[in-house]
């Protein structure tokens, strides 16, 4: 399983920036995809992820409102979509996906069996 995470770059405080987290080898319909930052010196946070098998999306305080999850079935693909972007949201972004559990939360990044290798974002101010 190999999950790609792209769309990265340098964005100004204030713009837009969409990720996209592409999957070979695993279907994410039924699928629990997660996205998560680091960035330096920080702890790995959680966003927000999105349920495929309930059709439902769950955020952590860290997406305030200015991140969407999403997902295109027709291309096995799920987007972070990122407004308003503050230089605090400078990271390394990272994808990951779970088969199927129940979840009233985010999961924690340990309840993720797959993982992309991450696209930095940068916010300059």
């Known amino acids: 399983v190999r999950l790609v995470e792209s769309g990265g770059g340098l964005a100004q405080a204030g713009g837009s920036l969409k990720l996209s987290c592409a999957a070979s080898e695993f279907t994410f319909d039924d699928a629990i995809i997660g996205w998560f930052r680091q960035a330096p010196g920080k702890e790995r946070e959680g966003i927000g992820c999105?349920?495929?098998?309930?059709?439902?999306?769950y955020y952590t305080n860290s997406a305030e409102g200015r991140f969407t999850v999403s997902y295109d079935r027709t291309k096995n693909t799920v987007y972070l979509q990122m407004s308003s972007l503050k230089p605090e949201d400078t990271a390394v972004y990272y994808c990951a996906a779970s088969t199927p559990f129940v979840i009233v939360q985010m999961p924690s990044e340990y309840e993720f069996d797959y993982w992309g290798h991450g696209t930095q974002v940068t916010v300059s101010s």
């Open positions: 999105i349920d495929n098998s309930e059709e439902k999306t």
